[in-house]
């Protein structure tokens, strides 16, 4: 038998950088975890010869280095750079590609008032960039996961194909709730890819609240097409909406009716339900 090898890469996973600007009043927190992969002609270290391999730990100190050098925010544009030196520092790599994860902390209040040194950690939602360099240019994709929403009305579901198996009853007023995995591509040049991810992100959320949803199919698409609409730079997305389920609790038994009002919710299993949107 004989063998080849048809694809290779590899990096650095879950390098975890924080950065603090220490501006003169107030202090600006940046936490980020990177994952760094080179892809390239590395045939001759899955042979034992190491000569054209950066070293994974080589790629973790440059994420400390490239961040003290300069900014970490926008995370695209931070991708870039360190793509942009990895292809520098190792002739053998091909292509670059940067994920970067935005974990959140939001500033602190005392009061009315906003603490300039204190933080609380945010919620589980994260910002995300990964960009992609190579000979044919330079790729960006942002996006972000882990935003949650619930609705309470303006959700239903029915008409739907039933078989055998099918237990599921109709309804045409439930709890729709969901944590939002979003990703999105750049048709063109961003100015602010910043001001870009908040409209982008606040369009998501409002065309979820809006929209009179017939399943989650349904909202999903409203939600990609709004995002179109809204922003002109952003040639597709794909999103992924899983359904947390919140289940109508049997009072019956113990005497009581259960108007809408009572709910168990569950985490597993859920429906994954997601797609692309395009430009047509």
């Known amino acids: 038998m004989t063998a080849r090898l048809a694809w290779n890469g590899y990096g650095k996973a879950a390098v975890r950088l924080v950065k603090v600007d220490r501006l003169a009043q107030r202090h600006e927190l940046h936490d980020l975890t990177i994952e760094v992969q080179l892809q390239g002609d590395f045939g001759p270290a899955h042979a034992g010869d190491n000569t054209q391999v950066l070293p994974t730990d080589t790629m973790k100190n440059t994420v400390y280095a490239l961040g003290r050098q300069g900014p970490v925010e926008p995370p695209e544009e931070f991708g870039e750079r360190l793509a942009r030196h990895f292809l520098g520092a190792c002739p053998a790599a091909r292509r670059a590609v940067v994920q970067l994860a935005v974990n959140r902390w939001d500033r602190a209040k005392v009061g009315d008032a906003e603490q300039e040194h204190t933080f609380v950690q945010g919620p589980a939602e994260r910002r ?94 409203a939600m990609g097409e709004a995002a179109l609409e809204s922003c002109g730079e952003i040639g597709e997305i794909r999103l992924i909406l899983p359904n947390r ?29 997601e797609a692309v949107i395009v430009r047509s």
């Open 128 to 221: 995300l960039a990964t960009v992609t360099m190579d000979e044919a240019g330079l790729a960006v994709e942002a996006g972000l996961d882990g935003l949650g929403l619930l609705k309470t009305t303006d959700s239903a579901f029915a008409d739907f194909l039933r078989d055998g198996y099918t237990t599921l009853k109709e309804t045409d007023e439930r709890i729709l709730a969901t944590a939002v995995e979003a990703r999105w591509t750049y048709a063109r040049p961003v100015r602010d890819y910043s001001a870009t991810w908040s409209a982008t992100r606040a369009c998501l959320i409002e065309s979820f609240a809006r929209h009179q949803s017939a399943s989650v199919q349904h909202t999903l698409y």
């Open 245 to 273: 389920h919140h289940l109508l609790v049997d009072l019956a038994p113990f005497g009581l009716d259960n108007p809408n009002e009572i709910f168990v919710a569950t985490r597993e299993p859920y429906g994954r339900i």
